[in-house]
């Protein structure tokens, strides 16, 4: 009955995490897990979530060991609207484009790809026709997942001769990445960070394009 109990508790949390505010607007979002209470939140044993910044941020303040993932909607919805960015930045079409990867792994600090919305993009990317080079740190050589995909050996190596640059995972050592060596290794300014992970600023000064997610 406990257990039951417990299930219980989980389902009704995360039904309720479904109906979240989803976006950038903070105050909308800490609002809803302030409704939501710490009882409820000490027992989510998982979350529910968009891309949404402010959405992870405060799940995570209120149950630090929640595992804070994306369900099958939400990859689609993000996969979507990260290709339609590069495709915009890449001229409207991906037809022959030439396209640098960061990240592929659900998350940093991991090796897991299973349901990865960055190799949900990256396919999306190769099926539309682009040549993708990729680089994550957990990741050398081929990998089954995507056959067509170059893997580099280093961020630098991933942006040569690349008309966009794309981020899909948050991993700390891509905002150490020079904007002006990535400038000079690309073919084309424009970079699509799909995680709001990089010094927007710092990226525009070195005369990139740069794109956010926009969530």
Partial sequence: EAQQAAQASVKTTQGLVAK???????AAVE???????????AKLAAISADASSAFTEAARRRCPAAQVCMDPFHVVKWATEAVD?????????????????????FKAHTDDRRH?????????LIAAGA?????????????????????????????TGAGALVVLTEWPEFTE???????????????????????SGAWRSAGFTYTGTGF
Avoid: H, Q
């Avoid at 960015?85 to 792994?105: I, M, S």
């Fill in 85 to 105: 960015k590069v495709r915009r930045a890449c001229g409207e079409t991906l037809a022959d484009a030439r396209v640098a990867v960061l990240g592929l792994t």
């Fill in 131 to 159: 040549s993708v080079s990729a680089y994550d740190p957990t990741v050398s050589g081929s990998i089954p997942e995507l056959p067509d995909l170059a893997v580099a050996s280093g961020a630098l190596a991933a942006c």
């Fill in 116 to 124: 990865s919305p960055a190799i949900e993009v990256t396919r999306r």
């Fill in 31 to 41: 609002a809803f897990f302030d409704a939501l209470g710490p009882a409820r939140c």
């Fill in 177 to 199: 990445v020079d904007p002006a060596e990535a400038l000079g290794a690309m073919a084309a300014p424009a970079v699509v960070d799909a995680r709001n992970l990089l010094d």
């Fill in 20 to 26: 979240a505010p989803v976006g950038k607007d903070r």
